[in-house]
Nanobody, 127 residues
Framework: QVQLVESGGGLVQAGGSLRLSCAAS????????MGWFRQAPGKEREFVAA????????AYADSVKGRFIISRDNAKNTVYLQMNTLKPEDTAVYYC????????????????????WGQGTQITVSS
């Protein structure tokens, strides 16, 4: 059973930066596609970013492109989300997720394409 634990959330002013981490255990992290999703109150969970098992391929939602960077360290079983120039509309609970198919393939932006989820970490951006 794969366990994912996010950390790094908190309160930040608009224009600030935060880095989220997601530590994995109990599986073969280096073979998983990893993604970050977020969910704001009253809204559906939405795709933020994804990275292939090797780290060679990444993808971002249009709303965060150019501001967020996803990366991974397979030696540390950890995936990161560097969030820069944060906006109030980035306020949400952020979740990391692992997909057993390692590449960014068919419909990788959909939550149902991921097999394991973390518990989430709150990000609040004040204006």
């Amino acid at each position: 059973q794969v366990q994912l634990v996010e950390s790094g959330g908190g309160l930040v002013q608009a224009g600030g930066s935060l880095r989220l981490s997601c530590a994995a255990s109990g599986g073969t992290f280096s073979s998983y596609r990893m993604g970050w999703f977020r969910q704001a109150p009253g809204k559906e969970r939405e795709f933020v970013a994804a990275i292939s098992w090797s780290g060679d391929s990444t993808a971002y939602a249009d709303s965060v492109k150019g501001r967020f960077i996803i990366s991974r360290d397979n030696a540390k079983n950890t995936v990161y989300l560097q969030m820069n120039t944060l906006k109030p509309e980035d306020t949400a609970v952020y979740y990391c997720a692992a997909g057993l198919t390692g590449n960014l393939g068919f419909r990788f932006t959909r939550p149902d394409r991921y097999d394991y989820w973390g518990q989430g970490t709150q990000i609040t951006v004040s204006s």
